[in-house]
């Protein structure tokens, strides 16, 4: 297939075989009807993009959106008070204008409600509000915030760009609503981290792009813009936050001297031998070899799994785990309760039941929450099964 950002060659290295869609939660009823696509993903020759060969047509996507609302976890309200101080510090004038691309619930955006703001997205957001545009992102609407309010100084966007597939829009559009001196600050799971840890439950349909430095690099360049800058940051298993300038631009409003934390990471991150994408597909196989074996080891006892993320449905159908090793899932999303999972067909269930009768071991499935979770759940006496330093840790 052909790059969706540079037209180049995309060669695969990953193949997870058929999934279901990632946020597909199920009734019983819907079982016989469950859509399926092939999950694969290879790495463009050309500009270093990691990316989805397959995309589920939008019209699959019976199932319903469950967006995660950011506000739900106290360690990412932290993370985005975090961002919004650097930023007030360093990159907005208060008489600036901050667009956020993926407003979600507004609690990055509630940090600047004594600016200039607007959050841009079609869906999950509350009712009426001035300051947001509920449509994609795309050149049409950056015109229109430039025309009706001028350009923005700051540009943000949280776990949003590695979901859309036209990204050469998407960075045209940055590119039209971005002052001269200003700075596009995103962040997204990295792709380095994810070889990393081996975390592959990163990877299902709603992921179409899986970012490194130099695939960054590359698109920013296509569009008159140019990487200025990356920090790592440990949310999300590991993600990166990537500072876009105009290619022209000489006065850019962040100041080295100022910020050095954020001038460490320029590094050619992603190397494209042939080894390092070659070797992901072994690692991942004894990677689902070790789980398997370690669930071998707890059959009789009842072990059940906690958090129905969308990374879930890829780690459980890629390892074939379903009833008869977990009897159950625990999450705290309502609208998922009383459901099945996508794929293995586990019943979701709430807190409340995992806390009324406790199992003997707990299958960590929301990783990226662990510090959260095993904080909430100081009482639980089983065992935790979770990955950690390069094992299954019982
Ligand atoms: P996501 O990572 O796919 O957005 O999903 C996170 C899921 O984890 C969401 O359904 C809520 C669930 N969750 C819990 O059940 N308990 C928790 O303490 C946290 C932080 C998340
Ligand atoms: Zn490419």
Redesign the pocket.
């Known amino acids: 297939m052909n790059c969706r950002v540079c037209g180049g060659e995309v060669k695969q290295f990953l193949d997870l075989g058929k999934q279901p869609i990632a946020n597909g939660f199920l009734t019983k009823r819907q079982f016989s009807k469950e859509f399926f696509y092939n999950l694969k993903v290879g790495v463009c020759a050309e500009c270093a993009m990691v990316q989805l060969i397959e995309l589920v047509p939008p019209g699959n996507l019976f199932g319903k959106n469950?967006p995660?609302k950011t506000s739900?976890?106290y360690q990412m309200v932290k993370h985005q008070k975090q961002l919004a101080d650097f930023i007030k510090k360093h990159a907005l004038e208060y008489s600036g204008l901050i667009v956020e691309i993926g407003y979600n619930d507004g609690s990055f955006l509630k940090n600047f409600k004594d600016y200039r703001y607007i959050g841009v997205d079609p869906s999950s957001l509350p009712k009426e509000n001035s300051h947001i545009i509920r449509e994609f992102f795309s050149p049409n609407v950056g015109n229109f915030i430039v025309e009706s309010v001028g350009q923005a100084q700051v540009i943000v966007s949280l776990n949003t760009l590695c979901h859309i597939p036209n990204l050469n829009e998407l960075f045209e559009a940055v590119n039209i609503l971005l002052e001269p001196g200003g700075v596009l600050i995103f962040e997204d799971p990295y792709w380095d981290s994810i070889k990393k840890d081996t975390a592959f439950d990163q990877i299902y349909d709603e992921h179409v792009y899986y970012f490194s430095v130099t695939s960054v690099e590359k698109v920013a360049e296509q569009h008159g813009l140019k990487l200025v800058a990356a920090t790592w940051q440990p949310v999300h298993g590991g993600s990166m936050r990537y500072f876009v300038a105009k290619a022209t631009t000489r006065t850019f409003i962040l100041k080295p001297p100022e910020v050095p934390e954020a001038w460490t990471l320029i590094e050619k991150a992603t190397s494209l031998s042939d080894e390092t994408f070659n070797g992901f597909q072994d690692a991942i196989d004894r990677k689902r070899r070790a789980l398997q074996g370690v669930l071998a080891t707890t059959e009789g006892k009842r072990t059940v799994g906690y958090?129905?993320?969308?990374?879930s449905t890829t780690l459980l159908n890629y390892c074939n785990i379903g009833r008869d090793q977990l009897e159950y899932i625990?999450?705290?999303?309502l609208a998922?309760q009383g459901k099945y999972s996508p794929g293995q067909h586990i019943p979701i269930v709430s807190?409340d039941e995992f806390h009324k009768n406790p199992p003997d071991y707990t299958l960590l499935l929301?990783w990226?929450?662990q510090a959260?979770?095993m904080e909430?759940e100081k009482k639980f006496k089983g065992g935790w099964i979770h990955y950690q330093r390069g094992g299954w840790q019982v």
């Open positions: 469950y995660f739900s976890s958090g129905a993320t969308s990374k625990t999450d705290t999303t998922k807190p929301a990226n929450h959260e979770i909430k």
